[in-house]
């Protein structure tokens, strides 16, 4: 229970074995109340039994669907399990689980809650054509949403109980669907949308995949995927 409310905690993950334990460990060491579900997204390596050995619950996926599908599974089980809140953390420990309570505080007026990395806490930064296509997202999704967004593209998410029976039903699989299109798809059906200001850290494992031509790619598609939801109904 995180004020008095029953907790899960849903982390998707593709091949994070190096930093899954971790993870797990962190999320039940600071919030020993809520528990935790780690979807294994078709992983090749050791995700699913080093998550749990640490002690998390685990559901694998025959091959990998992205985050969208990954996501998907775990709001079925949240709703299937009559969680009242369902929080995405990503697997390589950039999230911080301390934030946890306050996304959660959030819901008694809201029905999703971003942890936002642009919204004054914190040092994290992004440039280039990655920072415009947030800023773009950021803008119009605002706008949509009617409240100010910073970081539409955040995967730390609080659902209550109305937007996990949703997300359950319906929660795209394309690439930014998970994050651009539900954004579009919760603030059209008359769900309310907040942001609280997170801090973001570095990975704890791996690296991450960023260049200059696939900065380009990501301003494409997002402009690509940001034109198909608004037009969706």
Same mark, same amino acid.
């Given at each position: 229970m995180v004020n008095g409310k029953r907790v899960l905690i849903i982390i998707p993950a593709l091949n994070e074995s190096g930093s899954i334990a971790d993870v797990v460990g962190e999320v039940r060491g600071e919030?020993?109340?809520?528990d935790v579900l780690v979807v294994d997204d078709g992983s090749t390596d050791r995700t699913a039994? &080093?998550?749990a050995a640490a002690g998390a619950r685990v559901a694998q996926l025959?091959?990998?669907l992205g985050v969208g599908g990954a996501m998907r599974l775990g709001y079925r089980y949240a709703r299937d399990h009559g969680y009242d809140v369902a929080i995405q953390i990503d697997a390589d420990g950039q999230h911080?689980?301390?934030y946890v309570p306050k996304l959660v505080d959030l819901l008694d007026d809201n029905d999703l809650v971003i942890g936002a990395r642009f919204a004054g806490e914190?040092?994290?930064?992004v440039r280039g054509p990655r920072r415009w296509a947030m800023v773009m997202l950021s803008v119009v999704l605002s706008r949509v949403a009617r409240t100010k967004l910073t970081d539409t593209t955040s995967g730390f998410r609080a659902a209550n109980?109305? &937007?996990i029976e949703m997300f359950a039903r319906w929660y795209p699989a394309e690439y930014l669907g998970d994050t651009v299109e539900t954004l579009v798809h919760t603030a059209r059906r008359g769900y309310k949308i907040r942001q609280v200001p997170v801090a973001m850290r570095k990975r704890m494992a791996g690296t991450?995949?960023?260049?200059p031509a696939k900065a380009m790619v990501y301003l494409g598609r997002a402009f690509v995927v940001l034109t198909l939801?608004?037009?969706r109904q």
């Open positions: 919030l020993p109340g809520v039994a &080093v998550a025959p091959y990998n911080d689980p301390r914190g040092d994290y930064s109980r109305r &937007v991450p995949s960023h260049s939801a608004l037009i």
